[in-house]
């Protein structure tokens, strides 16, 4: 099948890869010129496992093609996705659909045959009735079909979670596009993935529902380590004793920072405001929300017992600061809350991460970034293990810290509080 991605950010380029492995051919565009050229060098935007090989793989094929012309693209092509970005509004709640409603506009002069137009976006209930109201502006209903079609992939993981996926989600009331893209979707269906399909709305909302059931169960095991910490129990204990019940699942059930990324703080919110929009209250998903941005504040005091309250002039350093492993991504990570706290402090902050020195910290006095785990951690008073890579997992902290009195405070719970006594090591964890 002919296929365009609308935009080669992580969920545009990983889907429109896997597409052309898969044997469709698949053009993914870009208005970033500079995303586009490196792309079709072969230098890959985003940090993802396996997916350079991937890439410069079906480009030499030929089954994927780059470009950023956005007309000539969908006119060659029957199946459109839009990959687009849904940032959060300036108002800090609502979806910013500028992107969405942009790229409606611009293909409407591209379709002179019929085409399935898609929402891979997160985008909120109602809008794919909006594109197909701005489509039909200018083109014949018979000539296009508007499908919600949500992305569940994670990144760090992106290329399994895209080729094995649990389920794929169709939301469209269309039989013909349904039948094309049940066969589009045919091998991974045949690999056991579920196929759905719902109404157009009910695909949008399960998309944003099912990023809220998971932030809550974050947030939900996030608040209990805090009760843990009070009763000397274990979290890990708790994780594991309700994980194991099937109605639960222990995915998603491990304490730690707050939750960040470019998903769940935004979907959280966007879900919350549609509420609003039709006069209902998602309270659950509001406390969420409030719970999850004090965590950030909750674990600072914690950093400051553990020093004691002598912040100034400590050395601190963390241990990744993307918002999970396996990723180069910072959207809403809780290190760019707690660090610049940090500093404001007296602290002075070194960092390492596996995907190299971050724009972000760039501009802030007092952070230096370390191109090794043995240079990051080597005059440290406290070391934050922020990130679950798993460069972190076996780390000799005596060997490689100069001051014998350094500090551990685990935020990922990956190292065991036991072994850590054993080794005289003052040792901090999550829920514990
Ligand atoms: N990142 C994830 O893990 C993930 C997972 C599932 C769903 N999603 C959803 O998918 C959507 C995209 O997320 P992302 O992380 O891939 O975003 P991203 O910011 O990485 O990529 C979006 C891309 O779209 C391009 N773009 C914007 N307007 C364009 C236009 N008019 N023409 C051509 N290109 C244009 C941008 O230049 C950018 O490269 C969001 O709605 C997000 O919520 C993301």
């Known amino acids: 099948m002919k296929l365009c991605m609308i935009g080669t950010g992580y969920v545009g380029l990983v889907s429109g890869v896997c597409f052309s492995d898969l044997?469709?051919?698949?053009?993914?565009?870009?208005?970033?010129?500079?995303?586009?050229e490196n792309l079709k060098k072969g230098i890959i935007p985003i940090y993802e496992p396996g997916l350079d090989e991937l890439v410069v793989k079906n480009y030499k094929n030929k089954r994927l093609k780059f470009s950023t012309n956005l007309n000539e693209s969908v006119e060659k092509s029957d199946i459109i996705f839009i990959c687009v970005g849904t940032p959060t509004k300036k108002n800090g709640i609502n979806a910013d659909l500028n992107q969405i409603y942009n790229v409606a506009k611009k293909i409407r002069s591209s379709i002179s045959k019929f085409k399935i137009i898609i929402t891979k976006s997160t985008v909120p209930v109602t809008t794919?009735?909006?594109?197909?109201?701005?489509?039909?502006?200018?083109?014949?209903?018979?000539?296009?079909s508007v499908v919600s079609n949500p992305e569940f992939l994670r990144e760090g993981e992106a290329l399994r979670d895209f080729i094995y996926p649990d389920r794929v989600v169709i939301g469209t009331n269309d039989n013909r596009s349904n039948k094309i893209l049940k066969n589009l979707y045919s091998p991974l269906i045949s690999k056991g993935a579920k196929y759905i399909n719902t109404s157009r709305r009910a695909a949008e909302l399960i998309k944003y529902a099912s990023n809220a059931f998971l932030a809550t169960k974050i947030t939900f095991i996030n608040e209990l380590a805090n009760l843990c910490e009070k009763i000397d129990v274990n979290i890990e204990d708790i994780?594991?004793?309700?994980?194991?019940?099937?109605?639960i699942g222990g995915r998603f059930l491990r304490a730690g920072p707050a939750y960040g990324g470019s998903c769940f703080p935004k979907d959280t919110k966007a879900i919350t405001a549609t509420a609003k929009e039709f006069k209902t209250n998602l309270s659950v998903i509001?406390?969420?929300?409030?719970?999850?941005?004090?965590?950030?504040?909750?674990?600072?005091?914690?950093?400051?017992?553990?020093?004691?309250?002598?912040?100034?002039?400590?050395?601190?350093?963390?241990?990744?600061?993307?918002?999970?492993?396996?990723?180069?991504?910072?959207?809403?990570?809780?290190?760019?809350a707690m660090i610049p706290s940090l500093i404001k402090k007296g602290a002075k902050i070194n960092y390492f991460d596996p995907t190299g020195e971050k724009n972000d910290f760039k501009k802030?006095?007092?952070?230096?970034?370390?191109?090794?785990?043995?240079?990051?951690?080597?005059?440290?008073?406290?070391?934050?293990?922020?990130?679950?890579?798993?460069?972190?997992?076996s780390i000799d902290f005596k060997k490689n810290v100069q001051n014998k009195k350094f500090k551990i405070f685990d935020m990922r719970n990956i190292y065991s509080p036991n072994k850590m006594k054993e080794l005289k090591i003052k040792y901090f964890s999550i829920g514990n």
Do not use: Y
Request: proline residues 2%.
């Open 23 to 36: 044997g469709n051919d698949v053009i993914c565009v870009d208005h970033d010129q500079k995303k586009i």
């Open 128 to 144: 794919g009735d909006e594109i197909q109201k701005i489509i039909s502006n200018k083109v014949p209903k018979k000539l296009f």
């Open 239 to 247: 994780s594991i004793g309700m994980g194991l019940d099937k109605r």
């Open 286 to 336: 509001k406390s969420v929300i409030k719970s999850n941005e004090n965590r950030s504040s909750l674990l600072l005091k914690r950093v400051f017992n553990i020093l004691k309250g002598k912040i100034k002039n400590k050395k601190i350093c963390f241990l990744g600061v993307t918002f999970k492993a396996n990723t180069d991504d910072m959207r809403d990570s809780s290190s760019l």
């Open 364 to 393: 802030l006095k007092n952070v230096i970034f370390s191109n090794s785990i043995p240079k990051a951690i080597k005059d440290s008073d406290l070391i934050i293990i922020h990130t679950e890579w798993n460069d972190f997992k």
